[in-house]
């Protein structure tokens, strides 16, 4: 089935120790989106590619990074994780901006 | 720039008991509109979505929802709750071109 894969599912990571995480899909989407998601929030958008092309939300803390070096995979790239940056994060796609959005089972990321 | 609001945090209904979820957006065109569910510690998977057409849409697992332009509203209902619908819901908009927008969420309890 094609589906959306996030690695790890569980992160654990030391405060100011950089940390990846990453996205595959087999949906051949264009569109892969971050989100960072709190307990009891909702999704908040960090960045998405169109393509190649990167756009990065304007409250996104520059601590968060982003590399698509393909159209199947996409990785999210925190440079000096804080203890506030503990949440999970939800990796999507879709065939276009404003089409229905395909996510991934997303990463809990803790941070000691 | 559209806006979603979900006035109600969090809901509980019992086993059996119809559900109506409500969900207000703000857009000056007609939008793309979502309902996605998520169980604890998932990611997010679509109900339904209404792009244009009639206005009353099915989705899975027994959800449906209407689109009233007249009220800007795409209320999520099922006549008959299952335990296994506890869940948080969020409501999305879409507009063409634009990113999602999602509502801050509503939390389903089922009471047996």
């Known amino acids: 089935d094609a589906m959306v894969i996030q690695n790890p599912r569980y992160q654990v990571t030391q405060f100011g120790k950089p940390v990846t995480l990453s996205c595959s899909q087999t949906?051949?989407?264009?569109?892969m989106y971050w989100y960072q998601q709190k307990s009891s929030q909702a999704p908040k958008l960090l960045f998405h590619?169109?393509?190649?092309?990167?756009?990065n939300e304007a409250d996104t803390p520059d601590n968060f990074q982003s590399r698509r070096p393909n159209t199947s995979f996409c990785f999210l790239d925190i440079r000096s994780p804080g203890l506030g940056d503990a949440a999970m994060y939800l990796c999507?796609?879709?065939?276009?901006?404003?089409?229905?959005?395909?996510f991934g089972p997303g990463t809990r990321l803790t941070v000691l | 720039a559209q806006s979603v609001t979900q006035p109600d945090i969090h809901i509980t209904v019992s086993e059996g008991a119809s559900l109506e979820l409500r969900c207000n957006y703000s857009?000056?065109?007609?939008?793309?509109l979502f309902w996605y569910v998520q169980s604890p510690g998932q990611g997010l998977q679509l109900l339904l979505k209404?792009?244009?057409?009639?206005?009353l849409v099915q989705g899975i697992k027994g959800f449906e929802a209407e689109f009233k332009r007249s009220q800007s509203s795409f209320n999520l209902r099922k006549p008959s709750v299952h335990w296994s619908d506890a869940a948080e819901y969020f409501c999305?908009?879409?507009?063409?071109?634009?990113?999602?927008?999602f509502g801050p969420g509503t939390r389903l309890s089922v009471l047996p």
């Open positions: 999507a796609t879709s065939r276009d901006r404003s089409g229905e959005q395909f």
């Open positions: 949906l051949n989407h264009n569109v």
């Open positions: 590619y169109y393509d190649k092309d990167f756009n």
């Open positions: 857009y000056g065109a007609t939008p793309y």
């Open positions: 209404y792009f244009s057409g009639d206005t």
């Open positions: 999305a908009v879409g507009a063409n071109g634009q990113n999602f927008v």
